[in-house]
């Protein structure tokens, strides 16, 4: 495995490592780097489906093959991101808990240096497009307090970060240490959107969001998501498939709702969670078969890059598969061609990379 630690990868242990140090070797769930993969992939069909519902200003009466092509494309994928959290969530609590500080500033920089970098590579690419929507440095200075423009999709590292924070205090304090610096962080994050707020009022300075911050759903994932996924052998797998319709039932209801009620379901809606609960389980513990398993770890660990360059391949691809003239069947197949051709290069991107030796800056 890669030495690198994308955002929800266990750090492997070495056999004789964990003998040296006492402690018994740890198991690899290869169950855990399929749904990440899944995930992953749900991302980047996530995104497709809204480039086909855009293309039609997101209304059947615009192109009705286009549209229904992208809700469902989109509410397929709806699992993916609260997967990430839950994922999170059991990396942290149960799967590799920080032991120290330095263990956990070592995870925190192989996210932000990658953050740092892609932000960068996305303004550059806006600029040379011709798509930002404003001057680079205001861009940048936006971006280092959170706002996640033109790389929308990196909104998700700037919760993920203080929830893994938070939920590292809470195991680092429980095993008896006492992270003041780490809560020094946590209570600046807590108090810095109400004191920019202040200093905007009082100076008249137009303050930056801060988008360093956590939404209670997303913890609410991490933890009930560490929950399910440290189930014991056998907890979930019985039913399994019972699970499948509950993950079935789910995609039904946020379809529903991003048809009749809004367009996009929030994530901390009800249909959102049976979704996520409903894939965690029916994939939990799935045995995968030996020969798979070192391609799997391999296409785990290119996830994290895959997800941060795959906006900028979706994004130069659309046009060649997205238009709001298709009927039904081709809006159908532009679709899967779309999200096949940014998956492939995407994760062929990240898997290059890695083999020249950039995952640190990359991801």
Partial sequence: MSSTVPVTTVPPVEPHDAARAGRPEREHRYDVDLIRLLASVGVILCHSGSAFLDAVGRTEAGGPGVYWAGIVGDSASRFAVPVFFAIAGWVVLVGAPPKDGRR?????????????????????????????????????RDALFGSVRPAFHLWYLYAYVPVVLLLAFVVMVRSGKRPWGLAAALLGLALAPVLLGDVGRITGWDMPRLGWTFAPYQLVYAVAGALLVALPAGAAGRWRALWALVAVAGFAGVAWYQHDIHYAIPYGSLFVALFTAGVLLSLHRLPIPGRLRPHLVRLGNASFGAYLVHLMVLTALSRWFVSDGLGPAAAVASLVGLVAATTLLSFGAALLWARVGLTRLLG
């Fill in 104 to 140: 956990l500033r070592q995870r925190i920089v192989r996210i932000l240096v990658p953050l740092g970098a892609w932000t960068a590579l996305y303004l550059a690419w806006g600029r040379w497009r011709g798509t930002n929507d404003g001057p680079v440095t205001g861009l940048a």
